[in-house]
């Protein structure tokens, strides 16, 4: 890792939980977020399957061991269901590292957050270069922006082994229903910003219905596809349609800017609900894993 970290100090992906670097990016009210999974749901379905397989595949190694032909045993049923189930009923959502592989994310941490970061900055990417109101040189100078606010950055380390482990005992060999949900660790922290920044947008507050109508456009957006009673657009112009009296950050409108008192106030929202959680647990390497028998 440390080798990683010194020898691409400009590209190098953040070793911090999703949690902190979706918060530095401060994207989601870009005129661009969502648009990608919003109008291209089938493809963006296709690198929902990538994100899953990806830490799949290194679970497997993880629940293997070393013994001739487990780790080819579960690489092969992992690939089966792949083709088998998830092309054909993919993800929802982007799941993340602690999802899927958590004994991996235990042993290490900072290459699971990095494997988290750099998979979002895929979904990133695919929004911004789908975005039809952006010239490519804006759409370049908003792009390295993200790069940069989902990079490596010093003091990263105290936040490595900051997340939950929702799933401590999965099989990756399974393909679980709540795998194929919207409803996961990527919607948790999106609801949580989405929270956070309101106050900001919204000083003169909401009353319950505005809030409830708010909320529905929220999950609709966070799903693939369009959806009956879905606002056309990104998930900003849709809350801009809903309440035009919404206060939008003026960087949060332009490329290549960032709203940082956005990214403050989210930064903070996080510290004051996590910030004292305690971390992952490291996981032991005192025992040879043996390949169970396949879980139902």
């Not at 990538?50 to 690939?79: D, F, R, T, V």
């Not at 099989?171 to 910003?193: A, H, L, T």
């Not at 989210?266 to 004292?276: A, E, F, N, P, R």
Request: proline letters at 9%; hydrophobic letters at 35%.
């Amino acid at each position: 890792m440390k080798y990683y970290l010194e020898k691409n100090p400009d590209v190098a992906r953040s070793i911090a939980p999703l949690d902190i670097t979706m918060r530095r990016a401060a994207v989601m009210m870009k005129p661009y977020f969502t648009y990608y999974r919003n109008y291209y749901p089938k493809s963006n379905n296709e690198a929902y399957v990538a994100h899953w397989w990806h830490p799949a595949a290194y679970e497997c190694l993880m629940i293997s061991g070393n013994a001739p032909g487990g780790q080819e045993a579960a690489l092969k049923e992992m690939n089966r269901v792949m083709f088998d189930q998830a092309f054909k009923d993919r993800p929802q959502r982007m799941v993340l590292s602690r999802e899927v592989m958590p004994r991996y994310s235990q042993m290490s941490p900072e290459s699971a957050n990095i494997f988290d970061n750099l998979h979002m900055l895929h979904g990133i990417a695919y929004d911004i270069l789908s975005y039809e109101k952006w010239t490519e040189t804006q759409k370049r100078d908003e792009l390295y922006r993200v790069i940069k606010a989902m990079s490596y950055q010093p003091g990263d380390e105290k936040y490595v082994r900051k997340f939950p482990l929702p799933h401590p005992d999965l099989d990756p060999r399974v393909y679980y229903d709540w795998i194929k949900s919207s409803e996961g660790e990527m919607s948790r922290i999106m609801m949580e910003m989405q929270e956070e920044m309101m106050p900001l947008m919204m000083p003169q507050g909401m009353s319950p219905e505005m809030k409830e109508q708010m909320m529905a456009q929220f999950k609709m957006k966070m799903r693939p596809g369009m959806e009956a009673g879905e606002l056309p657009g990104s998930l900003s112009e849709a809350l801009m349609k809903l309440m035009p009296d919404m206060k939008m950050m003026p960087e949060s409108m332009q490329p290549g800017q960032t709203p940082q008192m956005m990214v403050d106030v989210m930064l903070k929202g996080w510290q004051d609900k996590h910030g004292t959680m305690p971390d992952a647990p490291a996981w032991s390497m005192t025992q040879e894993p043996t390949l169970p028998p396949l879980a139902h």
